[in-house]
């Protein structure tokens, strides 16, 4: 009772002190919060947090796609069309809003979006300032920049001309540009390297900057070293190192990692030695500079891809004295890591215990971009799991990338075809065909659409699998190049070869799938013929054939006829229809008795050279329907002294 009465009380107390808060605030000025700045698909990803997670199901395809659930893509080539006809759009309205600002006489917003203003143009000094110019630079707006900077007649502080060379070095190359439209980053497929261009501008601001007083001086020097290293100037900007370290010119911690990435540029791998990188990390201690994670990332790169020796012993030490001074490993750095006791250990169980260890230090960590190189770890490890054929080594990474907002590091769609690509083909060859299906399953298509290559890799590791086993699984395969392959015959063909109608029981359901998938492809093929004269893609009679024994299976004896006479008459495809099929085909046809299916097989098996052209001239000449019209057919066809030879042989 006394607990009670406690309870009372303090909730009591609790709505006094919250109608003394509401009075306090209706007597004070009612103050509008600032804004916060919003992503149109925030209010999506807040409602996605609600909803439990399912560990079974991913869904993957981006809130862009949602505007309209009749236009969400099932295909490969759709989402790359509706993400870049989408962003297509963004970028033909800041063109407008850029060209014909006119159009753009009154505030649109209230309060006021500043990407809705338009755009100012300066033309007469008194209307730009040194804050404009300022403000310009922040924006990272190159060329208004420039010009701004002219109509002041470069009267500006020393600090203005040094965040404008900094600009100018860090974005030198006119090509090189900041990009946010992310769908055109993420299908672009470019790698385009960019180089240093000789600008006026810079060599002007540079030059007066190293006149100025000494920190002036240093920070022009150090920005130019960092620039053109950024842009393959290597010679350069090891020459103006070196004049800064004779000079005694201080470097601040950017520069000493570019200074790094010198040395695997400039230098060969017998001229390196891991005292040269321990000097700079001496150096650097000696002027008070602490290294961040770029300076080991950096350092790694250059251990590895020179081989210094004692490399394991090296990466071992710098990796403890790194974490002495609590800087967080990125991605890029495990990379390293990998690289290091992997690739260059020639103990196989060594270097599989170590991938496993480094993955498990990992487990359901959340990673932050800190490195340009932490994209490369998730290809690069499934690669590694795929080549050892390890699936716990596959799963731990696939279960990391799935962790918090890891999905990031995943960069394009190239990247992100490699990898799950890698990943499908280590599931298929380590798992049982029931578990592989299982997998896929979850996979196709909630985190992952497969492209056409990953489907035919799929169907040829799967024809060695036990047919029994696989048959229930072709009606999915079969409706996945349907839905995301658009029409492609080739492949429809690849998978007719798994569809095997001598192993299903008469009531199947199967036999009518694997029936509707044979006629279709025929329809196809005789569509192209007829439109085109020929097949688009090189047919072999082996493909045709395998169309012909399903038709055949299913007691479609006259369309198997049809497909049987197509091969005879055309020479539209490739002569390679083995001997197995030859006599799976013609014992069929002698089973029905079909005389005429009889004869286009052995017709082509006349034409081809296989040799058990007896044994089936017997077996038709046997047949109660073999008529006197069908022997005179059949002399024409193999000759008269085969069927001599062949009455012989009954006689005796």
């Known amino acids: ?204 601001l540079y030059n007066f900057l190293i006149t100025q007083n000494d920190s002036t001086a240093a920070a022009a020097h150090n920005i130019m070293i960092c620039g053109l290293t950024k842009y393959s100037r290597l010679d350069e900007a090891w020459l103006l190192y070196k004049k800064c370290k004779e000079k005694d010119i201080p470097l601040n911690l950017t520069t000493w990692n570019y200074v790094i990435i010198l040395f695997e540029k400039i230098f060969s791998k017998k001229e390196v030695k891991m005292d040269y990188l321990y000097d700079i990390l001496t150096s650097m201690n000696q002027k008070k500079i602490k290294p961040n994670i770029q300076t080991l990332n950096s350092i790694l790169k250059v251990i590895i891809t020179l081989k210094i020796e004692n490399l394991k012993d090296n990466i071992k030490y710098l990796l403890l004295e790194f974490k002495n001074m609590n800087i967080k490993f990125s991605l890029a750095t495990y990379y390293y890591i990998i690289q290091g006791f992997i690739n260059y250990d020639d103990n196989s169980y060594n270097s599989y215990n170590n991938f496993i260890e480094i993955l498990r230090t990992i487990k359901n960590k959340r990673f932050t971009i800190q490195d340009p190189m932490d994209n490369k770890f998730f290809k690069h490890t499934m690669y590694l799991a795929l080549k050892h054929n390890n699936k716990e080594a596959g799963n731990m990474i696939h279960e990391l990338l799935l962790t918090g907002d890891n999905y990031k590091f995943i960069p394009t769609s190239i990247i992100e075809n490699d990898y799950y690509n890698a990943y499908i083909l280590l599931l298929l060859s380590t798992s049982t065909i029931d578990e592989f299906f299982e997998s896929y399953e979850k996979l196709v298509p909630n985190e992952y659409v497969p492209t056409k290559q990953l489907l035919i890799d799929i169907i040829n590791e799967l024809k060695f699998c036990d047919p029994h086993v696989l048959k229930k699984h072709i009606p999915r395969l079969w409706s996945d190049i349907n839905t995301y392959c658009r029409i492609d015959l080739s492949l429809k063909l ?150 001599h030879i062949l009455d012989i042989k009954q006689l005796n």
């Open 1 to 204: 009772m006394n607990h009670f009465k406690c309870i009372l009380d303090r909730t009591s107390r609790c709505e006094l002190r919250r109608l003394q808060s509401s009075l306090s605030v209706s007597k004070s000025k009612i103050q509008i919060p600032r804004r916060i700045k919003r992503d149109p698909t925030d209010i999506l990803h807040a409602l996605e947090n609600t909803i439990p997670k399912d560990s079974s199901m991913h869904i993957m395809k981006n809130y862009m796609y949602h505007d309209d659930p009749y236009l969400l893509p099932v295909k490969k080539l759709d989402y790359r069309t509706y993400a870049l006809s989408y962003e297509s759009g963004k970028k033909t309205a800041k063109w407008i809003h850029k060209e014909h600002s006119d159009l753009f006489p009154k505030h649109l917003s209230n309060p006021e979006i500043k990407a809705f203003k338009p755009l100012p143009k300066y033309t007469d000094k008194s209307q730009v300032s040194e804050e404009i110019l300022l403000h310009a630079i922040s924006q990272c707006m190159i060329s208004d920049a420039l010009h701004i900077y002219k109509l002041l007649d470069t009267n500006v502080s020393n600090g203005t001309k040094q965040a404008l060379l900094e600009l100018l070095c860090f974005y030198n190359n006119e090509r090189y540009v900041i990009n946010n439209l992310f769908f055109e980053h993420w299908f672009s497929s470019s790698k385009e390297k960019y180089m240093w261009q000789y600008k006026l501008e810079i060599n002007e």
């Open 494 to 643: 690849i998978l007719i070869r798994l569809m095997k109608m001598n192993i299903l029981s008469v009531d199947s359901s199967l036999r009518t799938i694997f029936i509707n998938a044979a006629w279709d492809c025929w329809n196809e093929i005789k569509k192209e013929i007829m439109t085109k004269g020929k097949t688009s893609n090189i047919i072999g009679t082996t493909m045709i054939a395998n169309i012909a024994i399903i038709l055949l299976h299913c007691d479609f004896v006259k369309e198997s006829i049809e497909v049987l006479t197509y091969i005879n008459k055309s020479d539209l495809f490739i002569s390679i229809m083995n001997e197995n099929q030859i006599n799976e085909l013609f014992d069929e046809y002698i089973s029905k008795q079909c005389i005429k299916g009889c004869f286009l097989v052995l017709d082509y098996s006349v034409n081809s050279g296989f040799s058990n052209i007896n044994q089936m001239v017997m077996k038709l000449h046997n047949l109660p329907e073999f008529t006197n019209v069908d022997r005179d057919k059949l002399i024409n066809l193999v000759g008269e002294e085969v069927l």
